[in-house]
């Protein structure tokens, strides 16, 4: 989209040039002098002279330009996400492998540009609104500490290394993933954007991270994360934590409440309406091979936190 857009305004800036070009040849036809090309240097020159603010906006607008491009994370015009995880092990089972970590990113990465393998599930009666997010996943580092802790549950222990936890790395910048034991009964959590950056991302059970390793059904398949990373982006849950809330999306409908397992094939809300429920949207609670998109305003909802001003404009 953004490319499209960048490449269109190019295209109107030369098109507007040529134009200019014609018509001052037609003017000038006759003269010997005629001056050919497009008068933005021109305008520029003279508006340098006139206005003395502008060299110095100018020369900002370089150092902005070169330091996006060297550390700018929107590549061909998809935003890319560096991921860190922080892995919190007591037993060797709780200190998961590489490669299981590494099929969390896969995972994440397939579900967020409809490359997930049931992403075409026959029979989707959403599936006119199913969306490519179009954000991309990368490893950027693992960080590894032994504790003497069984379970972290929900108070952020884990993310405070004076806790015995791991600090966040750079947590405006990356996505932050704490790998434990959480207890409770507790796949994952995430904090919403808003919060403070100290104890920013996403926390994942080990046996819920990834679809290899130690992954557990029915929470198998990675979806644990492609949830939580939902939340991270501001998604909130489908039936809006109410009876019959909302999940302030437009293009999803009214759920009653949470679905478990997986829904039977058609599984209407009794809401106004009475629609047919998008049980297998990521935002619902079901198993993980029931859940494989989100929609199309969900997207939306999530890119706009990655505009410039939006709350995590920071991982541009
Ligand atoms: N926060 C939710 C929980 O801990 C995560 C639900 C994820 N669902 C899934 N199928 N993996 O219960
Ligand atoms: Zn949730
Ligand atoms: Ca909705």
Not at 223 to 251: F, Y
Request: aromatic content about 8%; some cysteine; hydrophobic content about 35%.
């Amino acid at each position: 989209m953004r490319k499209i857009f960048l490449t269109a305004t190019a295209a109107m800036l030369l098109f507007s040039c040529n134009n200019e070009d014609k018509s001052v040849t037609e003017t000038n036809e006759t003269t010997a002098s005629a001056h050919r090309g497009c008068a933005s240097d021109e305008v520029l020159l003279r508006q340098l002279k006139e206005d003395p603010g502008l060299a110095q906006r100018m020369k900002d607008i370089e150092l902005q330009t070169a330091d996006a491009i060297a550390n700018g994370r929107i590549v061909n015009g998809v935003m890319e996400i560096p991921v860190v995880f922080n892995v919190l092990y007591r037993t060797a089972a709780e200190n998961i492998s590489d490669a299981q970590l590494q099929s969390q990113i896969d995972v994440l990465n397939q579900d967020f540009n409809a490359q997930n393998a049931d992403f075409n599930t026959p029979n989707n009666p959403y599936s006119s609104v199913r969306a490519n997010v179009g954000i991309r996943f990368v490893l950027d580092a693992i960080n590894r500490k032994s504790t003497t802790k069984s379970s972290w549950g929900t108070r952020d222990t884990m993310k405070k290394s004076n806790r015995g936890g791991i600090n966040p790395t750079s947590p405006t910048t990356k996505l932050n993933i704490w790998v434990c034991t959480i207890g409770g009964g507790i796949l994952g959590y995430a904090q919403f954007p808003g919060g403070s950056s100290a104890t920013d991302g996403v926390v994942l059970d080990s046996k819920y991270t990834g679809n290899t390793g130690t992954a557990t059904y029915p929470f198998n398949l990675g979806r644990t994360a492609t949830h939580e990373v939902g939340h991270w982006m501001n998604l909130r849950h489908i039936w809006g934590d109410a009876t019959c809330g909302s999940d302030l999306v437009a293009d999803t409908p009214t759920h009653n409440t949470a679905n478990y397992g997986v829904p039977a094939v058609g599984h209407t809300s009794t809401c106004a309406g009475t629609p047919l429920e998008m049980y297998m949207n990521y935002m619902d609670y079901t198993d993980d091979r029931g859940m494989y998109m989100f929609s199309n305003d969900q997207k939306d909802r999530m890119l706009a936190i990655f505009n410039v001003g939006g709350s995590r404009a920071s991982f541009r």
